[in-house]
Each structure stands twice: as structure tokens, then as C-alpha cells.
């Protein structure tokens, strides 16, 4: 049977239709659904923008998780971005329409400190690695373990030069005791009770003692 598209009486004889309208009224309608613009939130230390998947360096493939966050109705492509401007296409979860005309979408930045940012201006640690020895081993060890860190997107907080050696005071015990466990380094493991978290329970600082 024929139908008419009930915006622009086109005949299912010569264009295509997805449910009661053609395929360029569907599209049209599709379009006036997005929005005219999307928020991002961006560090304003590091410039890293908010997704759900944690704070990430800002580029084509994060700045479309952000919109896809926005749009959760919708399966969305980037076309391109730049001046604060992107151009997307979607089609709806369902498959049911087609995608839309490419719109163009105003990029509405809001200044933010992300986690780790605020944490490194807080001067934040969890560990103390305390290492003693040779002079070059040593900074052997800092340049390595730093590059470390911020593969998993943790910091050093602090180094400071004390008799023999350095203390390195690190974001989080946990990647500088898996550190020091993937290298196969011999540490002695102290604990300083540091306060209680919000759920009444004690958080201690780790000290690890390193000698290279």
C-alpha cells in the first residue's frame, strides 16, 4: 500500500519511509530533537574534561563519550570539533530512523578542578617511599616510577632531599605498592595512622623503605 508523508505528502513510491513519515521529514525531525548545545566540564589546571569514564585528556574520542552522555537516546557520531563547536549525526537506539543531517552543536565549557588537580594542590599523599643508596639508581628509580604514576593517572605530591637519599611522598599506595611488586623490589612497610574516613574507619599512610 502507498502512503503520503502526512508533513510533505511524499509517496512511498519514491522515496523511502521510516514509520508514518519519509525518509526527509523523519531526518528533519529527528534533528529539532538535539540540542543546540552541550556542556563540558573542563579542568582548569590540566584541561582534562569530565566522562564517565574519569577525567581524560580532551580529543575527538572523550569529547564523544561527553556527548554521547548527553544524548543517551541517541547513538552518536562526531563528525568534527573545533571553536567551541561540534558537528554530529545520530540515529535513534531503536535503529528506527535514519541519521539525521550533520547538525552543528555549540560546546558550552565549565571551569572545573578535577580530582587529581585538586588533590595536587592540597599536596594529597598516601605513601612514603623512602629511598636510600646510590645517587644514580636513585633518579634512575624517580624518573621511572613518575612516568608510572601518571600512566595511571596518579602523581608525586613532593621530593624531598634528606641524608643518604629521597622521600617521595605519592598520591596513592596502592600504584606504589604495585610498583614496587612488578620490580621485584625489597621494601620494609611501615603504617602511620593518619585520621578517619567518612565512614568512622582509620586510614593509614604507607612508608616504604627502599634501598637501591
Not at 611488586?181 to 578517619?196: D, F, I, R
Amino acid at each position: 500500500m502507498v502512503k503520503h508523508c502526512p508533513i510533505c505528502n511524499s509517496s512511498s513510491a519514491d522515496v523511502r519511509f521510516y514509520g508514518e513519515f519519509c525518509e526527509k521529514c523523519s531526518s528533519d525531525k529527528l534533528r529539532e530533537k538535539l540540542p543546540s548545545e552541550v556542556e563540558v566540564f573542563r579542568c582548569r589546571v590540566c584541561g582534562k574534561i569530565r566522562t564517565k569514564e574519569g577525567e581524560l585528556e580532551e580529543d575527538k574520542k572523550s569529547l564523544l563519550l561527553v556527548i554521547q552522555q548527553r544524548l543517551v537516546k541517541y547513538k552518536v557520531r562526531l563528525i568534527s570539533y573545533a571553536d567551541e563547536k561540534a558537528v554530529i549525526d545520530v540515529v535513534d537506539q531503536k535503529g528506527e530512523q535514519p541519521l539525521a543531517t550533520e547538525k552543528e552543536v555549540a560546546i558550552k565549557y565549565r571551569k572545573m578542578t578535577c580530582e587529581s588537580c585538586y588533590k595536587k594542590i592540597g599536596g594529597y599523599y598516601e605513601a612514603v617511599l623512602q629511598l636510600r643508596g646510590d645517587d644514580e639508581r636513585i633518579a634512575r628509580f624517580m624518573e621511572k616510577f613518575e612516568r608510572y604514576n601518571e600512566s595511571r593517572h596518579q602523581f608525586i605530591a613532593k621530593t624531598e632531599k634528606v641524608d643518604n637519599g629521597y622521600d617521595v611522598y605519592v598520591s596513592s599506595k596502592a600504584v606504589a605498592s604495585a610498583y614496587i611488586s612488578e620490580k621485584n623490589l625489597t621494601a620494609t612497610t611501615s603504617y602511620t595512622l593518619s585520621g578517619l574516613n567518612k565512614s568512622g574507619k582509620k586510614v593509614y599512610k604507607n612508608t616504604y623503605a627502599i634501598r637501591l
